[in-house]
């Protein structure tokens, strides 16, 4: 019996248990009994809240975003989903602007396929939503892919990032936060060599492993101290019963998760003792923000275990991309041949993730790159997850984006045409369906994507 299956039966196993935690939690929260009042009463409730905390399987989250502020004016945002295929629905928060105003550009935000949902960087498309026409890459959890509907890889990644660039059309801005830098980078540089003529106008990396070899962290020196083989054999599972993806071979969410905490388990201690403090102490705000955060930080995705172990390889034992040795489809990705797109990278000075240079590393690859159409900046007192959320990200990081962004957007009208032959028709696996409800050029895009 697999690691997965016990972890599966030993969540079931408590499922009894957690249901009369909930029931004896509820009791002591309630009211009218007397017991509610005392330090034993709020006691039993805090102890009951906590096992059923460390014991529940989080589900995905949702955006929750239904509005923002254009100006000095609040209107509502919907949800859409404007494309699709097996492994990943693209987003769009569609905001209703007056027609004199302008929803800004376009802004292609690639979230990490790294463990958590695309619902992480919330607190990123709310800091960017005023300014910017936003979308966003939602990936699908593995387990949740019937094995039939074939498998995902990085190349497949590479050809997912060219479709949906051709699909909004080529007055989109990219924006790649942490892993899907490297995939982003590759996929941009393919399509200048090729002189596609829905390359993105900037392409914004944010703490992302493009060159591991500068300043590694604990993450790459695990990487370089095992061989891929290690890997496959402890970290890759079959999908139990009864989830879709049964029997689809997958790094497992709940194996990542332990991983995120084992780095920084002291602080994750604490913060679970604050809680119970908070619960004891009636302290409902304090304790709502806990739950707010550990909501999402404990909600996690299984990876296809062919997209996680290229990953490894190529990024982090093999560093393919700045050796000049990365291939995609027989193809070699040469960033050098990036003329068009206007690179910015940002860094966190505190990132324990991807290090310091790791990301900057993305301009010298970019060697034909003018120097005015590129940035880098870093961010002085912020960790990896600083990077892409919170107050330091909202006041600092955002705004300077949203200026590099305007100020290269007029570009787009002074790219030369395209031959007839420049378009790429980019390829990826799975059935899925779009929409070419949205403004633009995605109707004309959307004539150049493969049908996959």
């Known amino acids: 019996m697999s690691f997965y299956q016990w972890y599966e039966l030993t969540h079931a196993a408590l499922s009894p248990v957690r249901a009369a935690a909930d029931v004896t939690r509820l009791y002591y929260r309630n009211p009218l009994n007397p017991m509610t009042h005392t330090s034993i009463g709020r006691g039993a ?10 014991t529940r399987r989080y589900g995905k989250p949702e955006f929750g975003i239904d509005s923002t502020l254009v100006g000095a004016v609040r209107v509502p945002v919907r949800e859409e989903v404007v494309w699709e295929r097996t492994f990943c629905r693209l987003l769009r928060f569609a905001k209703s602007v007056p027609a004199r105003m302008d929803a800004g550009p376009k802004l292609l935000i690639v979230a990490p396929m790294s463990g958590h949902y695309a619902t992480l960087l919330r607190g990123t498309v709310e800091a960017m939503l005023p300014n910017h026409d936003v979308y966003i890459t939602d990936w699908v959890d593995a387990r949740m892919v019937p094995i039939n509907q074939g498998t995902f890889d990085l190349d497949d990644y590479i050809d997912y990032m060219q479709n949906i660039l051709h699909f909004l059309g080529g007055d989109t801005h990219v924006m790649a936060v942490c892993q899907p830098s490297v995939p982003v980078l590759a996929a941009v540089s393919l399509m200048e060599a090729r002189n596609d003529p829905y390359v993105p106008i900037t392409m914004t990396l944010m703490g992302g492993p493009i060159d591991t070899r500068v300043n590694p962290t604990a993450v790459n020196r695990l990487a370089q101290e095992r061989d891929i083989d290690w890997f496959r054999r402890n970290v890759i599972m079959k999908v139990p019963f009864p989830h879709p993806g049964m029997m689809r071979e997958v790094y ?92 910015m990278t ?20 970019c060697s034909n790159l003018p120097d005015d159409m590129r940035v880098h900046y870093e961010q002085p007192k912020v960790g990896h997850y600083g990077v892409f959320n919170g107050s330091r990200f909202r006041a600092e990081i955002a705004p300077r984006i949203s200026d590099f962004i305007r100020t290269h957007s007029g570009r787009f009208a002074r790219r030369p045409a395209a031959s007839s032959g420049g378009a790429h028709r980019a390829t990826g696996r799975g059935n899925g369906r779009s929409s070419a409800k949205h403004n633009g050029g995605a109707a004309r895009a959307a004539r150049h994507e493969a049908d996959v």
């Open 45 to 54: 409730a805090a102890m009951m809240e906590m096992f059923e905390r460390v």
């Open 252 to 343: 497992p969410g709940f194996l990542q998760l332990t991983g995120f905490m084992s780095m920084n388990l002291d602080r994750h201690m604490a913060a679970h003792r604050d809680l119970f403090t908070h619960l004891v102490k009636g302290d409902g705000d304090s304790a709502e923000k806990h739950r707010e955060f550990y909501d999402e930080y404990l909600a996690v995705m299984d990876l296809t275990a062919e997209f996680y172990l290229q990953t490894v390889d190529q990024v982090f034992i093999r560093h393919a991309l700045p050796k000049g040795e990365m291939m995609h489809r027989g193809n070699p990705v040469d960033p050098s041949a990036i003329r068009n797109v206007a690179l």
């Open 346 to 365: 940002v860094e966190g000075e505190n990132d324990d993730i991807s290090g310091i240079g790791q990301t900057k590393a993305a301009h010298r690859l």
